[in-house]
């Protein structure tokens, strides 16, 4: 099992599918963070302390603060803006939204595991 | 004192303009056709007849009157008091009005709009009750329908909704347990046990999983469809490859029922404008009825296109649809087989037809029980001629 340096950064309100994805990922060799909104996210990346993240897995519709409002954000922030995105979301409208092209990569919800693996080697 | 004011004394309405003579009067009330108008004696028995009432309640004047007016109601509305409680009203009031079912002389029943007013003459003694009855039913059924086919399309929404909240609900799960199982995978490699069940338990697994999630996805098709709430992204695409990539995913599980899939290209590519997502996954509905249905023969798909269309057939040699089915399959929940045979919720062809519909297309089938079944496609190249799409709402 590689060990990496840099966690992914895995942000989804449904606690059920961010158990399962961070067991998965921790068990491919990633070292996983967990948010359940944009502004836990932020409030993760905003740790002086933490490494940042190499990929950040985005959930679109989420409470308190959305997918894209994270990433304009995060965008607007000159020491997070570099770090990588893909958004997982059931929405099929997300990938033809202007803000997707802010975005690195997509997929749609309910996530192929072999596909998002594939996705997130990419990046890590 | 004129025939006229004599009249008009007797209606006890002076005020209203009186009938030229009484026998014209009676004469006018014994003709009209479209409302039944007689009289009911002080206790409530029929006193006189008019066309009307022997058109609507079917009686001649010599079999009802005489006969207590109750008669007219069905049993139960007599058992009840009805009749009474509609006399006791008129006197007290002048008149009553009520709405209800009552019976005709053959037993079946009308919907009446009845008017009763209590009768007193000149020294304003009460001498009984004038009535006058419309058949409604025709109205009444009418605004019954509406009202029923109002309650049905409530309840089709309702269920469209249902269905729509239940898939995205179930998927959830779903996508948890797909983790799930890569994870059991993962750790099963990497523990290189040496029990094949457990491989065997986890492929399983996965491919149940996949199976429902496909169901899922389809009943979130069809919630989509039902609703209005379809959406398709139109880009540019290469048909030929396309076909190939359905034909290549399907290779497995038509090799695994014994069939092959002979694939008909033309040389070059062909360009479309279509949501090759919705195509492909409509080629592939197809391409999996045929292996399923397909009894292990070769499977054909061709593809043709000139300037304007593409044409793609997909033809089994399998057991054919019956020609008493074929118009249904493309309905929702609608098979062409005995569930008990195939699995399957009767989706598939529902939402390929609409798919296809979407790019302006069309689908047809052709079939012969026994002999196969091959499904046309024909769809613009360009997509459909209006492109501006449905959002999701």
Sequence with gaps: VPNRPHPILLVDDDPEIRSALTDLLTIAGYGVLEAANGQEALDLLGRPDEPLPCLIVLDIMMPILDG?????????????????????????????????RSVQSFLMKPADPDALLQAIGRYC | VTALEDAA????????????SEDVFSLLVQSVDDYAIFVLDPEGRVASWNAGAQRLKGYRAEEIVGEHFSKFYPAEDAAAGKPAAELEAALRDGRAYDQGWRVRKDGTLFWADVVVTAMHDETGRF??????????????????????LAR??????????????????????????????????????????????LERAIETAKNQVRRLSTLVDRLLDVSRISTGRLTLVFEPVEVVALVRQVAADFHASAVHEGSTIDLVLPEGPVQARWDALRIEQTLGNLLSNAIKYGRGNPIRIELAADDVLAR?????????????????IFERFERAVAARDYAGLGLGLYIARHLVAAHDGRIEVESEPGRGTTFVL???LAGPARTERSEEA
């Design chain 1, 68 to 100: 894209w409002e994270f990433r304009r954000r995060q965008i607007a922030d000159p020491r997070l803006a570099s770090i990588p995105v893909l958004v997982v979301t059931a929405d099929t409208t997300a990938q033809r939204r202007p803000e997707a």
């Design chain 2, 9 to 20: 004394a007797k209606t006890g309405r002076p005020d209203l303009p009186a009938p030229a």
């Design chain 2, 127 to 148: 001498r009984g009750f004038a009535k006058v009855t419309r058949d409604l039913t025709e109205r009444k059924r009418a605004e019954e329908d509406r009202l029923r």
């Design chain 2, 152 to 197: 049905a399309e409530a309840e089709l929404r309702l269920r469209d909704e249902f269905l729509m909240i239940a898939s995205h609900e179930l998927r959830t799960p779903l996508g948890a347990l797909r983790f799930n199982l890569a994870s059991l995978d993962l750790l099963r490699k990497r523990e290189q046990s040496g029990d094949s069940r």
């Design chain 2, 312 to 328: 793609i057939t997909i033809a089994d040699a399998g057991i054919g649809i019956a020609p008493d089915v074929i118009e249904r």
């Design chain 2, 378 to 380: 024909e769809i613009p």
